[in-house]
């Protein structure tokens, strides 16, 4: 079974840099699309940018601009978040997601493998 661990969280001062990393285990990643997410307090999920297994990805504009990059290396079951320019509303803890199937989405009713999370704080 599948299984997703985030990690990579930390406390950043603003405008500064960080990676988030997902690790898969239990099974490959193999075909799935995998997304990362976050939830702010006090506010709902959102999507932030997803990729699919051939490494094309798409960022949401309004969450992530150009500050966020989504990438993944398949032989080490891995997808990364390089965050940069970091602002205090991007505190949240930072979620990766997987879903069966090859197409964009940042619906996370399409996802069905979870992480924990990862928290990010952004301080000025």
């Known amino acids: 079974q599948l299984q997703l661990v985030e990690s990579g969280g930390a406390l950043v001062q603003v405008g500064g840099s960080l990676t988030l990393s997902c690790v898969a285990s239990?099974?490959?990643?193999?075909?799935?699309?995998v997304a990362w997410f976050r939830q702010a307090p006090g506010k709902e999920r959102e999507g932030i940018a997803s990729?699919?297994?051939?490494?094309?990805?798409?960022t949401d504009v309004d969450s992530a601009e150009d500050r966020f990059i989504i990438s993944r290396n398949n032989a080490e079951n891995m997808v990364y978040l390089q965050m940069s320019s970091l602002r205090s509303e991007d505190t949240a803890v930072y979620y990766c997601?997987?879903?069966?199937?090859?197409?964009?989405?940042?619906?996370?009713?399409?996802?069905?493998?979870w992480g924990q999370g990862t928290q990010v704080t952004v301080s000025s």
């Open positions: 990729i699919t297994a051939s490494g094309a990805s798409a």
């Open positions: 997601a997987a879903r069966t199937g090859s197409s964009f989405s940042l619906a996370e009713e399409k996802y069905d493998v």
């Open positions: 239990g099974e490959s990643l193999g075909d799935r699309t």
